[in-house]
């Protein structure tokens, strides 16, 4: 099996000049996500998966919440092998605001969450995903991963394959 950490140093790109991430950052360093394989992806979720059950003991997942913005299906790759792993099937949901505020947070409040993405960088959207989770009655018990290119720790533990390069700040946050 591959290391992780050879994956992710085949899809980074290094830069002499900073470039924009997203809308609100910049770094040296781009991991090209969407050239991740197959193989990749599901070495990358297996990991993920494990260490999700190693963190997040003696508590349990039965939901994961897909944010919006991923490109690698990864959220898809993650439920089914955290599935696998404990024997039973976990659901996976899209999270979108207007499902949680019409019938999703009803219908999963009180379940234990894992809001999943491809890659954090500042964390806003997690962090806004987080709050409005909870205050559906669903509580997050933490955020899974590819890559954490976070500032620090965060209201959860960040769960993830990779830890990333560092990120600039291009604007204030807030």
């Keep these: 099996m591959e290391e992780i950490s050879e994956i992710f140093e085949r899809i980074s790109e290094t ?4 470039v924009p991430i997203g809308g ?3 770094s040296t360093v781009y991991y090209r996500v969407e050239a ?6 599901d070495q990358c979720a297996e990991y993920v998966a494990y260490r999700i059950k190693n963190v997040v003991a ?23 092998f955290y599935s696998e792993l404990v024997g039973k099937e976990i659901p996976l949901e899209q999270y979108l605001e207007s499902k ?21 960088t500042t964390a806003r959207s997690s ?3 987080h709050t409005k989770a909870t205050l559906r009655g669903i509580p997050v018990l933490c955020w899974a991963t590819l890559i954490d290119r ?23 946050i807030g």
């Design 100 to 120: 949680i505020s019409n019938g999703l947070g009803t219908k999963y409040r009180g379940h234990n969450a894992i809001l999943v993405t491809d890659v954090i």
């Design 36 to 41: 991740l394989s197959e193989s990749d992806l």
């Design 15 to 18: 830069y002499e000049q900073p």
């Design 58 to 80: 003696p508590q349990s997942p039965q939901l994961f919440l897909k944010l919006p913005g991923g490109y690698s299906f990864f959220a898809e790759r993650l439920a089914a």
């Design 127 to 129: 962090l806004e995903a």
């Design 150 to 172: 976070t500032f620090g720790p965060g209201p959860v533990p960040v769960v993830s394959a990779y830890t990333g390069a560092p990120v600039r700040l291009l604007t204030q």
């Design 24 to 26: 609100r950052c910049e």
